[in-house]
């Protein structure tokens, strides 16, 4: 699950909102006896917390600095009933323009220890994985998370997703996943009990792992990594900064949430995209960059008006419409859709990838004429 209860269309009543953002700090400070009453927030926009820059404001907002307090701000949320979402470096998601009827808990939760003798490095599910987790294994000259250099992620949020990438250089021979190096967890479960599971647990697969489809929250992890000459993970880590560099739009000035779309085994999203010659195609101020078919930019942060929640979402729609209709595959969203969106209009209805008798987006026996026709051009 993504961590979010169905909050209710539109917006709240003032006086609900209020009621909510004081029962929550109530019982925030109980089980945060030093808690300074002004750290919880309200109506904080949370665009310049995600990677996009888009999204409207939530009701609640809090910043846990420990996994305690990250476990007590769940925990807080869960007991007064009010819908909640834990945010990590808001890099696989997009956030609605009406923003999140709830509570907001951005996870800055971000101690680490490591341990070159065992190899074992523990990180609270708030480290950011590129620089602050990799430089210290680097510093400890340990490896197995140098391949994942220049990717925006927390722990919390590799895990989730399985953090992958094309690694070492320089052949760059397959897809390497976080799951390799993950050793174990401690999560906080639905019940309020923290618990330590192993690897196994994760289920790990494709951008896919257990929490997508449980209430746990990951706390920490402990990961095994090995002894390794510090100048050669070096080597690693800027050869895979710079072929990012080559292929991705930088978040700066073209900020976007990775890619927008699931692979499709054996096709690939973008590639489906790019035969229809999407690229550059723009609604509003979101548009297909011209450096890869399956990332959306935000243009308008470099110059006019930024993008909304609502261009995205159209323009996710268009290309789906496109693809399908010239390639005859249905492209799924890999990007989280948080909060609340407003009135979208006509967009293609939720589960459309599946139905009709296709699967994981491709048509029932396959689809390989328009494919191999879209090879050709
Ligand atoms: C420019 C760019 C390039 C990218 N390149 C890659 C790439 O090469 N490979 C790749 O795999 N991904 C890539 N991504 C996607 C993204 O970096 C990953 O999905 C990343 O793991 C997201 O982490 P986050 O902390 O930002 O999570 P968020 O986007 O904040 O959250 C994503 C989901 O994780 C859940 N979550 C967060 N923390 C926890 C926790 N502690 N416990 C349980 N659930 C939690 C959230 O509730 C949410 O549902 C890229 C994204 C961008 C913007």
Known sequence: ???????PDGALAPAERDRREDAFRDVLARRLTDLDPSRV??????????????????DVFFEAHSADELAAAVTAAREVGVPFFVLGLGANILVGDLGFRGVVVRNRAAHVQTDRASGRVWAESGAVVWPDLIE????AGLSGLEHYAGIPSTVGGALWQNLHFLSPPPERERTMFIEEVVASAELLGADGQRRTVDREWFDFGYDYSTLHVTDDLVLSATFQLEPKDPARLREIVEANLEWRGAR???LDTEPSAGSIFKKIDGVGAGRLADWCGLKGTRIGGAMVTQRHANILINAGVAGGQSATARDVRHLIGYIQETVEREQGYRLSTEVGMIGDFGDLGRLPEAGWEEADGFTGGVPPGGHPEAHRDAERR
Request: charged share 10%.
């Open 1 to 7: 699950m993504a961590f979010v209860t169905p909050a």
């Open 248 to 250: 991705h739009p930088p």
């Open 41 to 58: 927030r309200s109506d904080v926009p949370l665009g310049p917390f995600t990677t996009f820059q888009i999204g409207g404001p939530a």
């Open 136 to 139: 210290a294994t680097l510093d």
